[in-house]
């Protein structure tokens, strides 16, 4: 005996722009440029800015872990271990 399953196509919609929604890292993305736009500005200058360094190597940690917890990619996920590799070595 075989179930009838009833299909809607608007909750079918509804989950599938949900997800797409959830998996998107394009924010993230725009937020670890910034934040490493700072980190090189930081480094380049003169002044020692050790709170600061360790403010935007926080939040590249933060980013590298929201990117790495939205994908489901072996690849962004293997990208985002090394990520978080170079910025333990910034802290």
Do not use: P
């Not at 490493?36 to 500005?41: E, L, M, T, V």
């Amino acid at each position: 005996m075989k179930a009838k399953v009833e299909f809607s196509e608007e909750r079918f919609n509804q989950e599938l722009l949900l997800l797409i929604d959830k998996s998107d890292i394009a924010e993230e993305i725009v937020r670890l440029k910034e934040h490493i736009k700072a980190c090189s500005k930081l480094l380049s200058s003169s002044d020692s800015e050790g709170k600061k360094l360790d403010f935007y190597a926080q939040e590249l940690f933060r980013e590298a872990n929201t990117i790495g917890s939205k994908s489901s990619s072996v690849k962004i996920t293997q990208e985002v271990m090394q990520a978080k590799s170079i910025i333990e070595k910034i802290r």
